[in-house]
């Protein structure tokens, strides 16, 4: 399996921004997909996870009602919408997947907030905000 993020880049407070996580291997389509971050000298964080289908997403509460998570298995591809972004979004942010979650039609909380609980994972993708 694996994973390739993009779309990061130097933005202004405000602005839009969309990740996009794209999959391979395996059978990555089965599986939940989550996205996370990490600012500099903090811990890695969750933000949102959404489960194989697309039915079922949850998010951090600090990016609730600004980031929209998706995905498009036709395209191996899952994406991160962000607006109104915020200076204290900055981080890299990685996209993982859990794959003992095999076609499971809802998410369990607690083991989606956990970095843990996901075995693969992309590679990191910048993300600037300025205010």
């Known amino acids: 399996v694996q994973l390739q993020a993009s779309g990061g880049g130097l933005v202004q407070a405000g602005d839009s921004l969309t990740l996009s996580c794209a999959f391979s291997?395996?059978?990555?389509?089965?599986?939940?997909m989550g996205w996370f971050r990490q600012a500099p000298g903090k811990d890695r964080e969750f933000v949102a996870v959404?489960?194989?289908?697309?039915?079922?997403?949850t998010y951090a509460d600090s990016v609730k009602g600004r980031f929209t998570i998706s995905r498009d298995n036709a395209k191996n591809t899952v994406y991160l919408q962000m607006s109104s972004l915020k200076p204290e979004d900055t981080a890299v942010y990685y996209c993982?997947?859990?794959?003992?979650?095999?076609?499971?039609?809802?998410?369990?909380?607690?083991?989606?907030?956990?970095?843990?609980?996901?075995?693969?994972w992309g590679q990191g993708t910048q993300v600037t905000v300025s205010s």
């Open positions: 993982a997947a859990d794959t003992r979650t095999f076609q499971a039609p809802f998410i369990d909380r607690i083991r989606a907030y956990s970095s843990a609980a996901y075995d693969f």
């Open positions: 291997g395996g059978t990555v389509a089965n599986y939940h």
């Open positions: 959404i489960n194989w289908s697309g039915g079922s997403t």
